[in-house]
């Protein structure tokens, strides 16, 4: 069965630090991995995503990179921003056409 | 944006009652999964459906059941509901199985 981890749980940070967000996976067979942010009591906003025989992927601040040998997935977001204080999660493709998230990071970067 | 909507956005139910939920995806996105969130947690898959049929389905229950129709709206149906599924019931749209996934804001219900 596949279960996907976050951590840390919570994050508290300085407007500007580098940071790093990592989600870990038990199953290798996975299809893909996304990441996501979402904003209290609102919907999904998809980051960046990953597929199986990709290694990172970049957007702007971010870049996520994947292992699938070892199980593991980070997000790494340069230059925080006050404006980056949200939830973030993880999710992975996998069998049976089902995608499995992690419950995810919160975020808070202080002004 | 992401071109996907869901509606109620709200809505408060009595135990054992019956509720339908509606999404409307993006158009050309043949591909419809949806996902309930309690409070603090991760979304959790509760099935998709692709061209008009289930393809996988998560640990719900068969009260918990879906429709995607050919014009891109699908539908959520949960029967003789209890408290527990109390949650933020979300649907997702993509072009395909697999690929970059488009959350509409979700359906926030309550179970009395």
């Known amino acids: 069965k596949q279960e996907v981890t976050q951590i840390p749980a919570a994050l508290s940070v300085p407007e500007g630090e580098n940071l790093v967000l990592n989600c870990s996976f038990t199953?290798?067979?996975?299809?893909?991995l996304q990441w996501f942010r979402q904003d209290p009591g609102k919907g999904l906003t998809s980051l960046l995503l990953?597929?199986?025989?990709?290694r990172e992927q970049t957007s702007g601040r971010l870049n996520a990179s994947l292992d699938k040998s070892s199980g593991r997935s980070t997000l790494y977001i340069a230059a925080s921003q006050p404006g980056d204080s949200a939830t973030y999660l993880c999710?992975?493709?996998?069998?049976?056409?089902?995608?499995?998230f992690g419950a995810g990071t919160r975020l808070f970067v202080k002004a | 944006e992401t071109g996907v909507t869901q509606s109620p956005t709200h809505l408060i139910k009595t135990r054992g009652q019956q509720v339908t939920l509606r999404c409307s995806s993006q158009?050309?996105?043949?591909?419809v999964s949806w996902y309930q969130q309690a409070l603090g947690q991760g979304p959790q898959f509760i099935f998709q459906?692709?061209?008009?049929?289930?393809?996988g389905r998560g640990n719900f229950p068969p009260r918990f059941s879906g429709l995607q129709f050919p014009n891109y709206s699908s539908e959520l149906n949960v029967n003789a509901l209890e408290l527990d599924d109390s949650a933020l019931y979300l649907c997702?749209?993509?072009?395909?199985?697999?690929?970059?996934?488009?959350f509409g804001s979700g359906t926030q219900l309550s179970v009395l």
């Open positions: 199953d290798s067979a996975i299809y893909n």
């Open positions: 997702a749209s993509s072009p395909g199985v697999f690929e970059k996934l488009f």
């Open positions: 459906y692709y061209r008009e049929e289930e393809n």
């Open positions: 990953i597929q199986s025989s990709q």
């Open positions: 158009s050309g996105h043949n591909t």
């Open positions: 999710a992975v493709g996998a069998g049976g056409f089902k995608t499995i």
